[in-house]
């Protein structure tokens, strides 16, 4: 089955696709990517849902973007489509994380309840028609009404794709948010760990959008960090957050890392470089914190594979093989896997399972009480 995934993550840079082929069921199945591609966001759609995201806003707002995006994953799917020569006929199914605005996964007090609470905008309905084909989208709802966290969801795939017989793994994602799948060494699925450790690629990507006034959105290649020098008073700041020291499972999206946080840092008069220095150490240290503290107890590491945007930035690869040294850190590439498509395949990989009727959450990463399965469908048009 050809599947097609979308992925707009939490840094907001725009919408990942990859196509890939699926044949298979259970941890057999195999899973070959076909194409890849990534369309940023128009500025002012990228500014509009930071207009949305966890502050306040209008339902007029959330409203339209939850109309305009999937005519925007939609473009984008037919322009890999076209680029990778594969008629956007052959594609069967297509999966839709969608770009959340709101991630709450701890139980917190509202009106006199205690919820979680997850939206992700970006109407399935409105893609399938587009792309006339059927749709899964909002996966982390199920998992969250199960009792999970409804995140990190990507360890269902991380399992397929990374574990080893012999050797302890962990798939660590920088992307808006850093999270990490730890995977003992020959184990069955429940005994993976995974969880979110904190900031990935987010603050560092929004103290860049402010001081170039949106010129650029990330700093390529580390240039700024590797320029500047690390607060360690501020760093210590920071890391004063009791969610470093909390027991998995555990979540953090922009709520956590947005725009509070970033006026706080602008306000210490700090330089660009120096912040950027400061943020990525912040990305680092919280990194290996987390592994040192949660995983490496419980578990024998000796390969660490990493993926997303913090993949190309060597301040963080170097940095990461320093504070963990005795483990081999890499890029996911050295499995032959496209670091910046491997989320995209995820949603693709879930959608397939949802659709054939399958659970994949991992209620040892979540926190769920049992396999759920995931994602709302679209139904493709009448013919």
Same mark, same amino acid.
């Given at each position: ?39 940023a966001y128009p500025k002012a ?74 939206l992700q905008i970006g109407d =399935?309905?409105? !893609?399938? @028609?587009? /792309?006339?084909?059927?749709?899964? *989208? ?6 969250? $009404? %199960? ?9 269902y795939v991380d399992y397929l ?96 890392? =947005?725009?509070? !946080?970033? @006026?706080? /840092?602008?306000?210490?008069?700090? *330089? ?6 400061? $943020? %990525? ?103």
């Amino acid at each position: 089955m050809i599947v097609a995934g979308i992925m707009s993550g939490t840094s907001l840079d725009g919408i990942s696709v990859s196509i890939v082929e699926i044949e298979g069921e259970g941890w057999d199945k195999q899973v070959r990517t076909l194409a890849h591609g990534a369309t940023a966001y128009p500025k002012a759609v990228r500014e509009a849902l930071l207009g949305v995201s966890n502050c306040d806003t209008h339902t007029t707002q959330i409203g339209f973007l939850n109309f305009l995006l999937p005519e925007l994953y939609a473009k984008a799917v037919k322009r890999l489509c076209a680029k990778s020569r594969i008629p956007l006929s052959k594609i069967q199914l297509t999966g839709c994380h969608g770009q959340t605005i709101l991630h709450v996964g701890a139980r917190t007090g509202f009106l006199n309840h205690r919820l979680t609470c997850t939206l992700q905008i970006g109407d =399935g309905s409105v !893609l399938a @028609e587009r /792309l006339s084909m059927p749709v899964v *989208s909002d996966f982390r709802t199920r998992d969250m $009404a %199960a009792g999970g966290q409804g995140a990190p969801l990507v360890p269902y795939v991380d399992y397929l794709l990374v574990r080893h017989k012999r050797i302890g793994r962990v798939a660590l994602n920088i992307g808006g948010i850093a999270n990490v799948t730890a995977i003992p060494a020959g184990a069955p699925p429940s005994k993976v760990m995974a969880f979110d450790t904190g900031p990935g690629n987010m603050v560092m990507d929004q103290l860049v959008t402010h001081f170039t006034r949106g010129r650029r959105h990330f700093d390529r290649d580390g240039v700024a960090a590797a320029h500047g020098k690390a607060s360690r008073w501020l760093l210590r700041i920071l890391l004063r957050d009791p969610f470093f020291r909390k027991a998995p499972p555990k979540s953090a999206g922009r709520e956590e890392y =947005g725009r509070d !946080l970033i @006026e706080y /840092l602008v306000n210490t008069r700090l *330089s660009f470089e120096d912040l950027v220095a400061t $943020a %990525a150490a912040f990305t680092v240290v919280t990194i290996a914190d987390g592994i040192r503290r949660h995983v490496l107890p419980r578990i024998p590491i000796e390969e660490i594979y990493v993926s997303g945007g913090g993949a190309h930035n060597p301040v963080l690869m170097e940095s990461l093989a320093r504070d963990l040294a005795g483990i081999a850190v890499r890029p996911i590439s050295h499995l032959g896997i496209d670091p910046d498509g491997k989320e995209a395949l995820a949603f693709a990989v879930m959608a397939y399972e949802t659709w054939h009727g399958r659970p994949s959450n991992m209620p040892s990463a979540t926190g769920a009480k049992g396999p759920v399965i995931l994602g709302k469908i679209s139904p493709g048009p009448v013919r």
